[in-house]
């Protein structure tokens, strides 16, 4: 999935994948990447126009959509 890369100090990038409604962050702190499964693509279209992502991801997206770390690389 291609992500978009955010200057953010909480989100490094993010991507989406209408198909499959499929959400994908990497987080800046850590370098972590998640999945948030079945994000309509409206949340997602106001995740990334949303002044404050972070606090948008935190109301909306966490906890909300079945999520999952993904393995790192290397």
Do not use: C, T
């Amino acid at each position: 999935m291609k992500r978009i890369m955010w200057a953010n100090p909480m989100i490094k990038s993010a991507g989406y994948d209408a198909q499959q409604q499929m959400l994908e962050i990497e987080f800046a702190n850590n370098g972590q990447i998640w999945q948030f499964d079945n994000v309509p693509e409206d949340i997602w279209y106001r995740f990334r126009s949303h002044h404050l992502p972070e606090l948008f991801f935190h109301n909306f997206i966490m906890g909300h959509y079945p999520e999952r770390r993904m393995q790192e690389m290397g």
